[in-house]
């Protein structure tokens, strides 16, 4: 069943009618359902589950798609763990209740203060991706008197996703080490005797549909695997990174769960190697909208209509970002003809232009609409661009729902910025 069903016409997230929400928390907002994201875990681990060669896979969610510590909590109850890429990142994991030992640590830049709180959290593990990462690394944790376990992220020169800027296994993109130097750093890092070597990972994109260019990064992936073993080096987990993709707009392919789970499985055989996945979009990106109110209608004399919005690329940024499409809708249309839209936000840029020539029912000053699909790098990615505030995040889980992130107060903006003494009375304290 769909998260956001309709009923007489009225749009709900699960049980609750999204004019509910509106009217208590206030537009805009984003509405999240418990249900969807627990089905998309479902589903993902469903697909695994008839593999034989995938014996209890780490599912480590992307926080970066969400990390409201009330999503986390949800996941972490269906027993995900978490991929993260900050230390803001572990503390939402661990705050949203997942243990340390389902923690891996991603990421292209970590800083020694970060790497001192993962190797100090215990994480599973921490994915290194460059040479003076793995230096610093040994530094940080011979200083801790700990021996963290870590992978070994590759570039497979492959990339593959929606977009130029969320492919990240290309050979010209800024993520791990390309495979003929992952030998040579797998085995300083198992000399080094700081630090153990579990494993390789990779992740060479986002919104992934097509599981073809998996397929290939896989394999040299699984190639790599016999290399070192045949250089008597021991690998004992293989981290595929997330990248799955998911249905925006009506027409687009379906999330290839099989498929994916076949490749996987495919990868792994024979391996014995415990299997971890980040998938982030496809299992957040469906259980969540952006509920908005028309501001108005702005009519032009060439026919042209603007429906302006009091959500903006502030509150979600992928279409100005990545000229993503999200599907929106009237949240209860009334039946007064269909007009043809370019749906704008408020915001002093034409970049925020949310969709464009969107056929939707007639709409008026006041209207309530939904912009679907904005689970994932919806509430995570704003900014508080023309001083707007950070939108609030509900969750509803059948017929509870309750705020999970509150409209910050709008002197909070003010209170942040102490105002430099020596300016005097020229600005206001
Ligand atoms: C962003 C990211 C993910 C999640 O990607 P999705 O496309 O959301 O599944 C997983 N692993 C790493 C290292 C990432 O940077």
């Not at 020694?112 to 959290?121: S, W």
Request: proline share 7%; glycine share 10%; aromatic share 4%.
């Amino acid at each position: 069943m769909t998260p956001f069903p309709r009923r007489d016409g009225a749009l709900h997230a699960e049980s609750i009618a999204l004019s509910t929400i509106a009217r208590e928390v206030g537009p805009p907002v984003y509405v999240y359902s418990a249900g969807g994201f627990r089905a998309q875990a479902r589903r993902l681990r469903e697909a695994l589950a008839p593999h034989p060669d995938i014996v209890d896979p780490l599912i480590a969610f992307a926080v970066k798609a969400n990390g409201n510590r009330s999503v986390l909590s949800v996941l972490a109850a269906e027993g995900l763990g978490a991929d993260t890429v900050s230390e803001g990142e572990i503390r939402r994991a661990l705050a949203g209740g997942v243990p340390p030992d389902r923690i891996v640590f991603s990421g292209v830049g970590k800083t020694d203060a970060e790497l001192a709180f993962a190797v100090a959290t215990g994480v599973r593990q921490i994915n290194v991706e460059s040479a003076p990462e793995l230096e610093r690394l040994i530094s940080v944790a011979r200083e801790q008197s700990r021996v963290p376990d870590i992978a070994i992220r590759v570039n497979p020169a492959i990339g593959a996703g929606g977009h130029a800027k969320i492919t990240t296994g290309g050979a010209g993109d800024k993520f791990g080490v390309p495979v003929a130097e992952a030998l040579e750093l797998y085995a300083r890092a198992a000399a080094s005797g700081a630090v153990r070597p579990a494993g390789l990972a990779c992740h060479i994109g986002s919104q992934i549909t097509d599981v073809a260019p998996l397929r290939s990064a896989f394999a040299v992936m699984r190639g790599l695997v016999e290399t070192l073993r045949g250089e008597g080096l021991a690998i004992e987990r293989l981290d595929l990174g997330g990248g799955l993709g998911v249905p925006y707009r009506p027409g687009d392919p379906d999330t290839p769960f099989d498929a994916y789970a076949e490749v996987v499985a495919e990868t792994v055989r024979d391996l014995d190697v415990q299997l971890v996945l980040e998938p982030g979009r496809v299992i957040a990106a469906e259980a969540g909208v952006l509920l908005s109110r028309v501001i108005q209608v702005t009519e032009r004399p060439d026919g042209r209509r603007f429906l302006v919005l009091d959500a903006a690329m502030n509150d979600l940024s992928r279409p100005a970002l990545y000229d993503a499409e999200h599907e929106v809708v009237a949240v209860a249309p009334d039946g007064e003809g269909e007009v043809i839209y370019d749906v704008v936000g408020p915001v002093c840029e034409t970049g925020d232009t949310l969709a464009r020539g969107r056929l939707l029912p007639a709409l008026r000053a006041g209207d309530l609409v939904a912009i679907l699909t904005a689970g994932a790098y919806g509430a995570t990615m704003a900014s508080e661009y023309n001083a707007r505030p950070l939108v609030p995040e509900v969750l509803v889980d059948g017929d509870d729902w309750a705020v999970i992130r509150r409209r910050p107060d709008p002197d909070a903006f003010l209170e942040r910025e102490p105002v430099a003494e020596w300016l005097g009375s020229t600005a206001k304290s």
